[in-house]
């Protein structure tokens, strides 16, 4: 089910922000996107856990490694790109414990959980993890597409060493349009993933980073992104 197209295009973004850093956008990566799509919608979903807004459909099953570890062999090891070489021990047990996982956000579930608008990494120098690349994989239609994938700075820092989350406890109850106030302050856009259908979007887990969301844009329908951590 998760076979790769024949016609899948490679884009390299480099120099983003002050640390110059990269990331890649793969488009046309599945060869049929609509049995994903199909297959997201026949499972049960599970609310997220790590401050993200939404639900999760968790399957697990080899198939995602069978099919998509080729083409990320090739990417995550590409030091031209990522301007420093990547640990394949570490890459190789993300790996071994892939499993099929896909977000669903809509703007229910971005009601009920603002803060998880606020930028954050999935791996800080104080709280390290395995991951060393996060992807995301665009599954709405066309005409469903919004947003992105952000990075960010904050205070002239891509990467910060602790997580945000206890200065976020304290502001879990503030409007939307106060969450939105302390990103125009606290936070710079430095470079904004499109979102598009059948696109996949690979970035460091190490920098500032969110969904980008708005109020409006999911509320007929949700945004459907499955995620790896490599």
């Known amino acids: 089910m998760f076979e790769l197209s024949d016609n899948i295009e490679v884009t390299v973004i480099t120099d983003i922000g002050i640390d110059r850093r990269s990331a890649v956008i793969i488009d046309n990566i599945y060869k049929n996107p609509e049995e994903v799509r199909e297959f997201v919608s026949s499972r049960n979903k599970y609310g997220a856990k790590g401050g993200m807004p939404g639900d999760r459909v968790i399957e697990e099953t080899c198939e995602v490694k069978e099919n998509l570890k080729p083409l990320f062999d090739d990417l995550c090891f590409d030091q031209d790109v990522w301007g420093k070489p990547t640990d394949r021990s570490s890459y190789e047990e993300q790996w071994d414990k892939a499993i099929f996982m896909c977000n669903i956000i809509n703007d229910e579930t971005i009601k009920n959980n603002l803060v998880g608008l606020i930028p954050h990494q999935d791996n800080y120098r104080l709280q390290p993890m395995s ?20 990075i960010w ?19 879990r109850n503030e409007s939307y349009d106060t969450i939105q106030s302390i990103m125009d302050l606290k936070f710079r856009k430095e470079c904004l993933l499109e979102m598009k259908y059948n696109r996949a979007v690979m970035y460091p887990t190490d920098i500032l980073h969110s969904a980008e969301l708005k109020l409006g844009w999911f509320s007929d329908y949700s945004r459907i992104a499955q995620v790896l951590f490599l």
């Open 131 to 150: 991951g060393q690349f996060g992807v995301v994989i665009y599954l709405n239609t066309p005409e469903e597409c919004k947003g992105g994938t952000s």
């Open 153 to 171: 700075s904050m205070e002239g820092q891509m990467s910060i060493d602790n997580s945000l989350y206890p200065y976020l406890y304290h502001i």
